[in-house]
């Protein structure tokens, strides 16, 4: 398996452009996650999927992002306009949906740099 | 609802010495634990995880846990530190039906040649 696959792997823009960030998750996996990493706030859950659906996004930090997940093996996560302080390391993670404790794997992440 | 301590946010020590990274959480229910270590520029990936049943949980890379229920603790340790051990470790706590995991903010390890 190839594991959870997100791209780009850096992205370098400006002040107030859009950036969408991409993930594939393993597949069968039913959950997807989006989490931030940052020096200042460490790991930080944004969104979370089941089934394609969004379950809670509370974490979404303001109307600026914005995630979906049109299909099974496919999920965005957008943020328009950037800001420098959207600067981190972007991640995304999924699981299968068992009764039990499943892992959540981790792709290798985006880093993203606002200027 | 739960929460995660991990106690110092680095940790240095000599090759060849133990490994103890410290991990408290706080649940009010039965909880799953998890450790998970983060190699430079890399995503996150699963050293080991207790889901109650045996309270000593043996992961990859030699890395073990105990679960201490009395203590509230799930304590990593490795008998004799690697080079290659250098990364963060993130200890992360859930518990049945939740599929949110509550992290820790991680202890990064330093090993001294």
């Known amino acids: 398996d190839a594991g959870v696959i997100q791209s780009p792997r850096h992205e370098v823009t400006e002040m107030g452009q859009e950036v969408t960030l991409r993930c594939k998750p393993i597949?069968?996996?039913?959950?997807l996650f989006w989490y931030r990493q940052t020096m200042m706030r460490g790991l930080e859950l944004l969104i979370y999927?089941?089934?394609?659906?969004?379950?809670?996004d509370s974490g979404m930090p303001e109307d600026r992002f914005s995630a979906k997940m049109p299909n099974a093996s496919f999920s965005t996560l957008k943020i328009q306009p950037s800001e420098p302080r959207d600067s981190a390391v972007y991640f995304c993670a999924s699981r299968k949906d068992r009764v039990g404790v499943e892992t959540q794997y981790f792709g290798p992440g985006t880093r993203l740099l606002v200027l | 609802a739960q929460s995660v301590t991990q106690l110092g946010s680095h940790v240095s020590v000599s090759e060849g010495a133990l490994v103890l990274l410290r991990c408290n959480y706080s649940?009010?229910?039965?909880?799953?634990l998890f450790w998970y270590v983060q190699y430079p520029n890399q995503g996150l990936q699963l050293l080991l995880k207790?889901?109650?049943?045996a309270t000593l949980v043996k992961g990859i890379n030699g890395f073990e846990a105990e679960f201490k229920k009395s203590e509230t603790s799930f304590h990593l340790t490795k008998p004799s530190a690697h080079m290659s051990d250098a990364a963060e470790y993130f200890c992360a706590v859930t518990v049945s039906g939740n599929y949110q995991l509550i992290w820790g903010a991680g202890t990064k390890l330093i090993i001294k040649p």
């Open positions: 999927f089941n089934n394609n659906v969004p379950i809670d």
């Open positions: 649940s009010s229910v039965p909880p799953y």
């Open positions: 207790y889901t109650s049943a």
């Open positions: 597949s069968g996996h039913d959950y």
